[in-house]
């Protein structure tokens, strides 16, 4: 069974520590330990917008991404790049479950936040009034509500179904800010705090959804908690308006120490 690959992969990796600071040697370590197939799914949190060193297509998939750091540091037997910037629930199921067959053993995944608005809250916030930033959050938090979850589910069943013994992971997105942090100007700590809310709303919705698929939720608010925008060390990008898409995406500190640590307890 495929799954066991993966299962005698992390088993290799704790073995290989273990025994490099014991002294010993790992000449006869199992070759097949490393033949894991992975195949890294979703939008621009997980292709690594906002990290830079991009491959040059659109999706913009950075190389400082955390399935490509993972991917660097284990040398899998095969390693497949699909997630995409801007992607959405129906860009994955229409556009990159092609890549997952019977042979995938681990999948990770970002998806949710582009169905939920969340480039258009923040749009929203940044250019007009407190009330209107209020009034397009709310909106954002029923659409989680009513219709992610079946979008969700969509996406689950079908990387189920095309790559059945597959290991999952569902990756979350970070809080935004640091509640009375060292920002002085921009948003108010009303608007700062109830994205923050939202963001929350969304990551209970997608842990439900993909608890009940029986697959593994990364929550990277852990691992960003003190790296937020406002924090004086921020793992994310506040505005940038020499190159907007990075706004609001995590940098390269942010994928390397905010997603990877997360994926790699994940598995």
């Known amino acids: 069974m495929k ?17 490099a600071l014991t002294g010993a040697g790992v000449a006869n370590a199992d070759s097949s330990a490393a033949a894991v197939d992975y ?10 917008v906002g990290a830079g060193s991009y491959d040059g297509s659109s999706c913009k998939r950075s190389s400082r991404a955390y399935p490509a750091l993972w991917a660097a540091a284990n040398s899998p037997s ?3 790049f699909a997630a995409c910037s801007g992607a959405r629930t129906n860009d994955v199921t229409g556009g990159q479950l092609g890549r997952l067959n019977a042979s995938t053993d681990l ?9 939920a608005g969340f480039a258009d809250v923040m749009t929203t916030c940044v250019l007009q009034s407190e009330a209107t930033c209020l009034n397009r959050i ?22 189920r179904s095309k790559a059945p013994s597959a290991e999952v992971v ?9 509640l009375g942090g060292s920002c002085i100007a921009g948003l108010s700590e009303k608007e700062r705090s109830a994205i923050n809310g939202a963001s929350d709303h969304l990551n209970t919705a997608i842990a439900k959804r993909a608890a009940d698929h029986g697959f593994t939720f990364g929550d990277v608010r852990t691992t960003f908690t003190g790296h937020e925008i406002c924090s004086g060390n921020s793992w994310l990008h506040s505005v940038n308006w020499l ?3 990075e706004s609001y995406h ?13 994926f790699k307890s994940a598995l």
């Open 3 to 19: 799954m066991s690959r993966l299962v005698a992969f992390s088993s290799s990796l704790l073995l290989g520590a273990a025994l």
């Open 39 to 48: 195949v890294a799914l979703g939008d621009s949190y997980s292709s690594g």
């Open 78 to 80: 095969s390693f497949d």
């Open 107 to 115: 999948v990770s995944i970002s998806i949710g936040g582009n169905d």
């Open 138 to 159: 709310a909106t954002a938090r029923a659409y989680v509500d009513s219709t992610l979850p079946g979008r969700l589910d969509s996406v689950y069943s079908a990387i």
């Open 170 to 178: 569902v990756l979350g997105y970070p809080r935004f800010y640091q």
């Open 243 to 245: 190159n907007i898409g």
């Open 250 to 262: 995590p940098t390269a500190a942010g994928q390397s120490g905010g997603y990877l640590p997360v």
